[in-house]
């Protein structure tokens, strides 16, 4: 196994020679003569074609992107590429290495850091490296997901609204493309700084999506990034071939999803213990229990019920039991039109 010593300026890195390369780009410490590194693999193909960015490990304990990626880019061959990929297989390395969501140098939560700032903590100046040099290079970004160790979301590729109707259905029709049961389309209004909505800004074909939970490395969830990302490059022409079925047999079809209203993430009323009354991705109708959150300082309260609001899916759930008060506990994603005809790039 060759050991790989050298880091490359970003002024030194190639963004379109044919080839296969992999970089190390240094970030310096806040305090200290040390530099984190991350890895950043640029592939460029024979023919011209759509440049992919495909970005794993923006929090560092979700573990599904950045085997997919990681496997992805040890599998890419120039020759048979049209176009370019940029893969990021681990971007938050302290906090990947701490095995935590945030980086244990600045507190840095990735995915609240963009656009970045070069004159930044490490994590703001990694973000600002992303959105000047690779976002801006990306005719569609994809940054996976796993919903870290408190949450269990919907097995989904996910996307903000989007008003403009041909946008809004190229994006349907990658997201449909990884063979996740769900395609969500969810609200920006939980955070800000999100890689994504950068993304979006720049007018970008933007993914996101919920791989796996809890810190896991789930097997359907690595398979739906790894070859959902080679049908993403089938789709948009960087590689020749048929779009795999990656939909797992168990679901009949996939459900394209909405909740963009923040009101309606249902937050906890009382601090206790979340137990969930319906599976995650299950159907409800409205007014049906979907959690209870048990008082245990007195043993004999029945708890509180958190019924459905309306009709729909089950989106997300605590995954860790232990909740506090104002905790998101149920959200309901109702489906919506899907702008695809019958059969179109649905699995
Ligand atoms: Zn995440």
Request: net charge negative; proline share 7%; with cysteine.
């Amino acid at each position: 196994m060759p050991v790989i010593m050298d880091i490359t300026p970003v002024k030194d890195i190639d963004w379109e020679s044919p080839g296969n390369r992999l970089y190390h780009v240094p970030f310096t410490y806040d305090g200290e003569w040390a530099r984190v590194r991350v890895p950043v693999s640029v592939i460029c193909g024979h023919r011209p074609g759509k440049t992919l960015v495909a970005i794993g490990g923006t929090h560092g304990d979700e573990y599904e992107g950045p085997i997919g990626c990681k496997k992805l880019v040890a599998e890419l061959e120039p020759e048979r590429l049209s176009g370019r990929v940029i893969v990021i297989p681990v971007l938050n390395v302290p906090a990947f290495q701490a095995d935590q969501r945030e980086s244990p140098l600045d507190g840095g939560n990735m995915n609240r850091a963009f656009p970045g700032d070069a004159n930044g903590t490490i994590t703001s100046r990694i973000a600002h490296f992303v959105t000047h040099e690779v976002l801006s290079r990306a005719d569609i970004v994809v940054d996976i997901h796993a919903a870290g160790t408190s949450m269990e979301i919907m097995r989904a590729a996910s996307f903000h609204q989007i008003d403009d109707p041909e946008l809004f259905r190229a994006h349907v029709e990658t997201a449909f493309a990884f063979g996740m049961p769900f395609a969500l389309v969810y609200t920006g209004g939980m955070g800000t700084g999100l890689l994504s909505e950068e993304a979006e800004k720049m007018g970008k074909i933007t993914i996101g999506g919920e791989f796996g939970y809890g810190a896991s490395a789930d097997l359907e969830g690595v398979r739906w990034a790894y070859e959902g990302l080679k049908n993403v490059m089938k789709l948009h022409g960087l590689m020749p071939g048929e779009l795999e079925r990656l939909l797992p047999e168990r679901f009949k079809r996939q459900v394209l999803a909405a909740n963009t209203d923040i009101d309606r993430y249902i937050t906890a009323p009382i601090s206790g213990i979340a137990e969930p009354l319906a599976p995650i991705g299950a159907f409800v109708n409205k007014g049906d229990p979907v959690v209870c959150i048990h008082d245990f300082d007195d043993i004999t309260n029945p708890g509180v019920i958190i019924q459905a609001d309306r009709d729909g899916y089950v989106a997300c759930r605590k995954f860790r039991a232990r909740t506090r008060q104002g905790d998101v506990v149920m959200v309901i994603a109702e489906e919506i039109p899907n702008p695809l005809a019958e059969g179109e790039g649905l699995q």
